[in-house]
C-alpha cells in the first residue's frame, strides 16, 4: 500500500484552466502538506494542515487553494493556470511535532502550456 | 527564522569512493536537523536526523552525518558510494519543540561515476 498517494502523476493543461491534484495518505498522521519544486530541484512548502486546521500558508497566489476534508485527505485546486505554476508538486504528511519524519508523495508533474 | 545552505549544487565522485556532502544551517534556538533524498522521478525519503544527543547520527544505506554546533554544520557522509546513491540530496532544518516549519536547502546533486 502506498503511504501517501497523489494523483494525477501527470498533468498537461492549457493556460488560464483550473485544476485539481488529489492527496491521500493511510499512516494515520494529523498534518499534511503541499510542497512545489521547481525545474531547479528547490523545494518550497506552500501549505500545511493539522487535523484539516490550515496552519501554514506560505505567499502563494490566492488561484491555488487546498481543501482537507478530513485528516486523511489534502488535495490542491488551481484556477487560471499560468505558465509559471509548471512545476512538481509533492504532497506530504507527518505526525505532529517537527521532530518527526515527512513522508511524501511521488509528486504531480504539472505542465501549463 | 531558520535556514540552511548547502554549499554545493553538484558533486560528481567515483564509485567506491568517499563522500561528503555540505549543510550549514542559521537558527538562534535549538533545531532539528535532517538529511532526505530523492532518486529520480520520485519523492524525497528520510536518510537520517538529528533531535538530539548523539552528534553522530546514523541513517540508512550506510550514509552517517553530524551535528557540530560550534561550526553550525550537519555534514552528510559515506565512505564508499555505490551507483545506486546518484540522487539529490536535501538538507533541512526545523526549530525544535512542538510543530515548526521544515525549511528545506536547495539540494546536492551526488553524480557517482562508474
Known amino acids: 500500500d502506498t503511504a501517501v498517494s497523489q494523483t494525477p502523476k501527470y498533468l498537461v493543461t492549457q493556460m488560464g484552466n483550473d485544476k485539481s491534484i488529489k492527496c491521500e495518505q493511510n499512516?494515520?498522521?494529523?498534518?499534511m502538506y503541499w510542497y512545489k519544486q521547481d525545474s531547479k530541484k528547490f523545494l518550497k512548502i506552500m501549505f500545511s494542515?493539522?487535523?484539516?486546521?490550515?496552519?501554514i500558508n506560505e505567499t502563494v497566489p490566492n488561484r491555488f487553494s487546498p481543501k482537507s476534508p478530513d485528516k486523511a485527505h489534502l488535495n490542491l485546486h488551481i484556477n487560471s493556470l499560468e505558465l509559471g505554476d509548471s512545476a512538481v508538486y509533492f504532497c506530504a504528511s507527518s505526525q505532529g511535532d517537527s521532530g518527526n519524519t515527512i513522508y511524501f508523495g511521488e509528486g504531480s508533474w504539472l505542465t501549463v502550456v | 527564522a531558520q535556514s540552511v545552505t548547502q554549499l554545493d549544487s553538484q558533486v560528481p565522485v567515483f564509485e567506491e569512493a568517499p563522500v561528503e556532502l555540505r549543510c550549514n544551517y542559521s537558527?538562534?534556538?535549538?533545531?532539528?536537523l535532517f538529511w532526505y533524498v530523492q532518486y529520480p522521478n520520485q519523492g524525497l525519503q528520510l536518510l537520517l536526523k538529528?533531535?538530539?544527543?548523539?552528534?553522530l547520527v546514523k541513517g540508512i544505506n550506510g550514509f552517517e552525518a553530524e551535528f557540530n554546533k560550534s561550526q553550525t554544520s550537519f555534514h552528510l557522509r559515506k565512505p564508499s558510494v555505490h551507483i545506486s546513491d546518484t540522487a539529490e540530496y536535501f538538507c533541512a532544518v526545523s526549530r525544535g519543540g512542538g510543530y515548526q516549519k521544515v525549511t528545506f536547502g536547495t539540494g546536492t546533486k551526488l553524480q557517482v561515476i562508474p
Open positions: 499512516l494515520g498522521h494529523d498534518t
Open positions: 537558527s538562534s534556538v535549538s533545531v532539528y
Open positions: 494542515y493539522n487535523n484539516k486546521e490550515l496552519i
Open positions: 538529528y533531535l538530539s544527543g548523539s552528534t
